[in-house]
């Protein structure tokens, strides 16, 4: 019951993002730039009982998905203002971010050991 109830307020958070972008792009991108599905994660994890060593590892390790975010979100950018076809323009953001986490994941292990 309770993951019913955690898609369901998910949902109705995505829906109303969705909505505020239809009509005001700018403030959308920035509400949907919140971390809201990282805070809405974390809450699920604590009202779920996970201890809160979890929830700091967790916490770090959005951090680490930062950068190959902000290079998939410029490749998408880039590419739809020059008219690239939408799904074209996700896969190209999507295979720039994997790109990214692979090569920082390779370098950070290099730099550790």
Known sequence: MFT????IISAIIIGVITEISRRFPQQGGIIAAL????????????TQGEQMDKLS????SVVWG?????????IIGVSLKHS???FASLG?????????YLAQDLIVKNLIN
């Open 35 to 46: 971390p809201i599905v990282s805070l809405l994660s974390i809450i699920w994890l604590y």
């Open 84 to 86: 690239i076809n939408l």
């Open 66 to 74: 930062i950068p190959g975010t902000v290079v998939m979100l410029l």
């Open 57 to 60: 590892k967790f916490a770090i």
């Open 4 to 7: 019913i109830v955690k898609v």
């Open 92 to 100: 190209m953001g999507i295979a720039g971010w994997l790109i990214f």
